[in-house]
């Protein structure tokens, strides 16, 4: 009785001492991951740990809540774990950079960000009616004939023929053009801080909009005004890319600030910082995609107002965010 009293003793202190080793090994790693994140990891987690308060918070709005915050955690632990693996790597001999998964998972630390985005922006659907329950559109649609007289998504369909119309839908899709074409300049010439510093003002936009939309959810008149036009835009090849996009992307709410604006300044500011030719190449198609999300009827004129500013603010806040220390982690450069 007593050796058997004895081997329990002793397993009880060998699991004792196995889960204080489990605890101790992700306390570090934890850390670890944490010390490898830089300014944009600081942006898009906080996102994620705000949001999911508020999911938390207002639980009763929402169909599945503890799948959605489930879901924050697994993306938040995705990135932890990315920014880790690739700080691990990192820390091994320089030799093994020149090999294809050194090169693969370095591709992938720099170019997930634009994938998160898209997460956070298609979450929205879900998202949007989580702290106020209704439509707020009447209100724009006020301030919109208050600022201009006319409804503007209405007014501009005298101006419509298939032509501009597709000029108009080529212009907005070059909004999916900016980050990534000034993206893989900064990246071709390895200047890694001009880099992460786009990311984190896109970021910082990004994240101000989208908790924008959560207390202040707007449809845009394409949902709200329908029936107020006499007939769908119709146009050619281009037109109909940007219908097809939008028949499987369409998001219903999370339309003020606009983020097509709010991510289009953003990286129209980050061009003017590190790469000036590029900005005054991307700054006429950038006022054109302006105009085109009114005549497309995705946006009403305070939207694009609001995402100016949300777009300003992202790059104002993430270049003091670039200037704190660790902001460009060291297994990123």
């Given amino acids: 009785m007593e050796a058997a009293a004895a081997r ?23 850390a ?4 490898a994140c830089g300014a944009f990891e600081w942006v898009a987690l906080g996102y994620l740990a705000a949001s999911s308060v508020l999911i938390a918070v207002f639980a009763e709005n929402l169909a599945h809540p503890v799948k959605l915050f489930g879901l924050q955690m697994l993306v938040a632990a995705m990135i932890l774990v990315l920014c880790r693996v690739e700080a691990r790597l990192a820390e091994q001999m320089d030799w093994r950079r020149g090999t294809f998964s050194a090169k693969f998972r370095h591709f992938w630390r720099y170019w997930y960000p634009h994938l998160f985005f898209l997460f956070c922006f298609e979450e929205l659907a879900t998202l949007v009616h989580l702290v106020t329950p209704g ?91 329908a029936g107020a036009w006499h007939g769908s ?23 003020f600030p606009s983020e097509h604006v709010a991510g289009s300044v953003a990286a129209l500011w980050g061009a003017w910082r590190h790469r000036r ?33 949300t777009g300003t603010l992202g790059y104002v806040i993430g270049s003091w965010l670039m200037k704190k220390q660790g902001a460009v982690a060291t297994a990123a450069q």
């Fill in 8 to 30: 329990g003793e002793e397993r009880a202190a060998n699991f004792k001492a196995e889960k204080q080793g489990i605890a101790a090994w992700i306390t570090r790693e934890a």
């Fill in 135 to 225: 439509w707020q559109d009447a209100k724009l649609i006020a301030a919109d004939y208050w600022l201009t007289g006319v409804h503007p998504t209405v007014w501009l369909e005298q101006f419509a023929t298939p032509a501009r119309n597709d000029f108009m839908q080529f212009a907005y899709l070059t909004y999916f053009a900016y980050l990534l074409v000034l993206g893989g300049v900064l990246y071709y010439r390895r200047d890694w801080r001009g880099y992460w510093s786009v990311m984190t003002y896109s970021a910082v936009g990004y994240a101000i909009g989208y908790v924008i939309a959560l207390f202040f959810p707007i449809e845009s008149p394409w949902f709200s005004m």
């Fill in 233 to 255: 835009l119709q146009g050619g090849p281009i037109t109909a890319t940007i219908n097809f996009i939008e028949h499987f992307g369409r998001v219903r709410g999370a339309a």
């Fill in 32 to 35: 670890a991951a944490w010390a």
């Fill in 277 to 309: 030719w590029l900005f005054w190449a991307m700054l006429p198609l950038v006022v054109c995609m302006c105009v085109s999300t009114i005549w497309g009827r995705y946006h009403y004129v305070v939207d694009i107002f609001g995402g100016m500013v």
